[in-house]
Structure formats: structure tokens, C-alpha cells
């Protein structure tokens, strides 16, 4: 392999000026992939975040900085278009949803008596989903906090990861499957549905109760989810998806 | 002043165990006013969060670290009743609302279907109310990303600025007020009004739109929401606070 993209750390979305949702990810192991791969004399082009842990600074690194979902689709599509890869290793926690409307409860209570009003029994989910698409009238910058419960809407974000194969159909995908306190067998599952969904040929599936400082057990799963390895640290992690990217381009 | 209490970053609520909402605050400021106490030779204990910029290591200096409000109310408790603050400068961005319910379209649409059949038209704000208190039956501990809508409840958190005075009736109070674009008329009623509440002693209001990088317009409030001081970077305002309390406190 000559040059790879790696993504890491995870993405914020606005809620308004002053406030996000922040997806929690300390961009350690996509960090700790970067080196190594650094030292095997591969090329990183590096997307991360702010408050991620970065790799230390080598010639063969360029680091990109994106916020939300929105800047890290245009810089993959960048980088993508105009860059050929061996492999996208794309571990970055990017958030499933962004903020689209905010109430207080009392003008979420007056949206829903028109919405009522306006519609026959039962409200469809269509009906319910004006509420969460609608603009409100005046757009706060910073959100009031002279209520005392407020309703926040979220509205799904594109499915990223999909431009991955499809702009470079030949390149090598590693994606990242994170779930809590499942068992191995659900999140062997749910991760090998989401990788076959985005046309990846790897998944690394961990679970959040199995990561504890040091220790990060990942299960390495090919592309028909196959158990292919299994690794206990992060460096340990990462030698093993640099080892089986490497087999993989060989032949 | 022999020893003072900064507050100083901005806290992060939960949503699940990888997403929180986060209140934005590099800490920079809180950070500036204790490098210059601790020249001064005011011991300083100081409470942060983990993303915040932090005073340089300092024989004067004790750290405290928190994540949410519920950690910050117990920090500041423990600490105001177990020493004796000349002041304490509250600087930390702390979240008014917390994450209390979420529910995917689906589920929020079925959920008001029902709230509609059992009530009479038009719903109150306490019968909408109970849609954001109600704790699902199901508690995720990551939740899916299958729904093209979240509906996200969040239920205001207690003043936890309020404890100051009540536990410590006689240390010197500054607060912080921050908004986003208003007029300064606005900025100072606002702001007088909110330190009033908490029976603040200063006020340093400030508009997100007069910071960027080391420009930083502040306005320092007395107790009765008269201007007595002007700074336009952050040193300038960590000299003019520290100022004030000194010949406050020697009254």
C-alpha cells in the first residue's frame, strides 16, 4: 500500500451558537493506525476533529479538520475525487443526526393544538413530521432557556460512508461498528448488515463495555462476515487491519 | 485575596452513552483570569471540563474536573463548604437543559395519538409535558439511528449558580453573561437581571459576536447593573475583574 485515508475522532452539530451534539470519540485508535501505518512508509491523508487525538507529525501525513457531517462529506468527496487510495479506514463516530427545530413547551403545545385542529384522528407520521421539519419564525442564535422543557428535533444525516465505494469503487474499506453491551453474535450481525450496506470489505465490530483504557477488543469481520481476527489493544487493532489490507492489495 | 474559585469550560449533558449535548467554551478566559491571580499570589482551586484550555501547573493551583451540571452542583458544594472563598468566578457555560426522553418518529407519533384520545382538545402545557418527562419503557443505551426524525425532550436543569450565596454568603460573586448579537441595552438588562437572580456582586457581559481570537469586548457590571469597566481582550478583562475584587475586598 502507497497511500491510504483514514477518518477519526467524531463529529458536532450545531444546535445553535453556542451549543452541539457531539459524538464521543477520543480518535485514539484511528491515531494509533496512522502511525503505524506512517512507519511502514504509507502515506496518511488524516481527516479528524477538533478535540481528537491527532498522530504525531511525520512527512507522509496531511491532517484535515472538519466539524459536522456536512464538512466531512465535501472534504471525503474532495479528497476522494482527486487522490487515489489503497484503502479508506473510516473510524470516525459521525453523527446519525443534526438538530433541525428547537421549542419550548409552550410553542411546541400551541404547534401541536393547530396540527390537531387542522387534521383528522390519528395524527400520521407524516403529519407529526411537519413539526420536526418546520422552520420556526424567528431562528434563535443562542436558544432561551425561559422554559422549562424544551423539544429539539433531529432529521437523519446522509449516509456518508457511501460515497466511499462510490466515487472509488476499487479502493479497500474498513468501517467501524461500535455498539453497547450487545452480545457478540448481534453485534457480529449488525455490523456485518451495515458494512455489506456501504460495500465494505472489512468491518472492525467492538463494543463500548469491552473498551477500558488500554484494553479494546475488536473483532476484525471480512466481507461476508467472517471472523478473520481478533485483537485486544489498540495497536494490536490496528496491526491487524494494516495486515489484512496489505494481503488484500496483493492479490 | 488569598484564595479565590474559578469555574471555567462548558459542560456536556448525556444523551446516550456516546452522543451528549455540549455547551461550547474553550475556557480561555477562566483560564487567563487564574494565570494572572496565581501571579499575584492568590491561591486558586479551579473547576474545568476535559476539553477546556488549563491554567499553567502552578504550587497555587488546585484542579477540579467535572462533566455536567450534576457533577458541577456536587463539586461546588463539597468545595464551598469546605473552604472560605475571598470570590468565586463562575465562567463555566453551563447547560440549562438536560436530555431527558427520546423517541424516533414512530414511536413520538404514537405516544401524542395516545395523549390525544385520553385528553379534550386543546392539550395543555402539563399534558404535553408528561411526553417529555415520560421514561421510555425501553431505555437505549445507544440510540438507533433506524428513523428518519428523533424528537429529543430536555427538562431544565436546577441554577446551580444559586448555591454560591447560599452556602457562602459573604464571598464576592462575578457571573458571566453571553449572548449572540443584541443590542447593548439588551446585553446589560439581560445581564444585570441574571446577576440579580443569583445575587451576584459583578457581571461581565459579553456578545458572542464582539470575540474573535484575541479580541474579546467585555463590560463589567457592579451590583446594581452600572457599567464600571471596559476591556477588549481577555487579559484586559481578567486585570479589570481582579481589580474590582481586590478593592471590593478591601472595603
Redesign the interface.
Known amino acids: 500500500m502507497k497511500k491510504i485515508l483514514i477518518t477519526a475522532g467524531g463529529t458536532?452539530e450545531k444546535?445553535?451558537?453556542?451549543?452541539?451534539?457531539?459524538?464521543?470519540?477520543t480518535g485514539k485508535l484511528g491515531c494509533v493506525i496512522a502511525n503505524q501505518a506512517l512507519s511502514q512508509g504509507i502515506h496518511v491523508d488524516y481527516i479528524s476533529t477538533a478535540?481528537a487525538i491527532k498522530p504525531e507529525k511525520h512527512f507522509g501525513l496531511v491532517t484535515y479538520l472538519i466539524e459536522d457531517t456536512l464538512d466531512l462529506k465535501n472534504q471525503l468527496t474532495d479528497l476522494l475525487n482527486t487522490n487515489t487510495y489503497d484503502a479508506v479506514i473510516h473510524s470516525m463516530?459521525v453523527?446519525?443526526?443534526t438538530p433541525?427545530n428547537s421549542y419550548s413547551?409552550?410553542a411546541?403545545?400551541e404547534q401541536?393544538?393547530q396540527l390537531?385542529?387542522q387534521s383528522d384522528?390519528?395524527?400520521?407520521?407524516e403529519q407529526?413530521?411537519q413539526l420536526?421539519?418546520k422552520a420556526q419564525q424567528n431562528t434563535e442564535?443562542?436558544?432561551s432557556?425561559k422554559?422549562?422543557?424544551?423539544?429539539?428535533?433531529?432529521?437523519?444525516n446522509p449516509k456518508v460512508i457511501q460515497l466511499i465505494k462510490q466515487i472509488q469503487p476499487d479502493t479497500l474499506l474498513v468501517s467501524f461498528k461500535?455498539?453497547?453491551?450487545v452480545s457478540k453474535e448481534e453485534l457480529f450481525k449488525v455490523a456485518t448488515e451495515s458494512m455489506m450496506k456501504n460495500h465494505g470489505d472489512f468491518v472492525l465490530a467492538n463494543d463500548?463495555m469491552s473498551i477500558k483504557g488500554d484494553q479494546h477488543l475488536g473483532h476484525l469481520l471480512d466481507k461476508d462476515g467472517q471472523l478473520i481476527g481478533k485483537a485486544s489493544t489498540k495497536p494490536a487493532i490496528a496491526s491487524l487491519i494494516l495486515a489484512n489490507l496489505t494481503k488484500e492489495g496483493v492479490h
Do not use: G
Open positions: 458536532s444546535i445553535d451558537q453556542v451549543r452541539s451534539i457531539t459524538n464521543h470519540s478535540n463516530a453523527s446519525d443526526f433541525a413547551i409552550e411546541f403545545t401541536l393544538n390537531i385542529t384522528a390519528p395524527l400520521t407520521i407529526v413530521s420536526a421539519e442564535s443562542k436558544i432557556s422554559t422549562d422543557y424544551l423539544f429539539l428535533t433531529l432529521k437523519k461500535l455498539l453497547v453491551d463500548l
